[in-house]
């Protein structure tokens, strides 16, 4: 079976950091682009941090870049999101996802084929 299981969110305050990680199984790992989307309360999903298949290339949201960081250790099937200078705005659920699909295509959810499960991460002020 495939799986994403997402981990690692929590309380934080604002300023603070979190490692949010993201590990696969049932499908070929490193075919695959990996994203972080988030939904906060009453919000749209969004896009936040995008890794390709190698890891040799990222793409951040605006808001997250300087902020956020993604990586990815192929030989763990694990792709990582670690978040520094958290605000409450960045309080959601974050979720992981693949996509086999063409990089150009990585901010796009419906580009990607497995989801996994969600963290919720809360920023206080």
């Known amino acids: 079976d495939v799986q994403l299981q997402a981990s690692g969110g929590g309380l934080v305050q604002a300023g603070g950091s979190l490692r949010l990680s993201c590990a696969a199984s049932g499908f070929t790992f490193d075919d695959y682009h990996i994203g972080w989307f988030r939904r906060a309360p009453g919000k749209e999903r969004e896009g936040v941090s995008f890794?390709?298949?190698?890891?040799?290339?990222?793409f951040h949201r605006d808001s997250m870049r300087g902020r956020f960081t993604i990586s990815r250790d192929n030989a763990k099937n694990t792709v990582y999101l670690q978040m520094n200078m958290l605000k409450p705005e960045d309080t959601a659920v974050y979720y992981c996802a693949a996509s086999k699909e063409p990089w150009r295509y990585v901010r796009f959810a419906s580009r990607y084929a497995f989801w996994g499960q969600g963290t919720q991460v809360t920023v206080s002020s």
């Open positions: 890794i390709d298949n190698t890891g040799g290339t990222t």
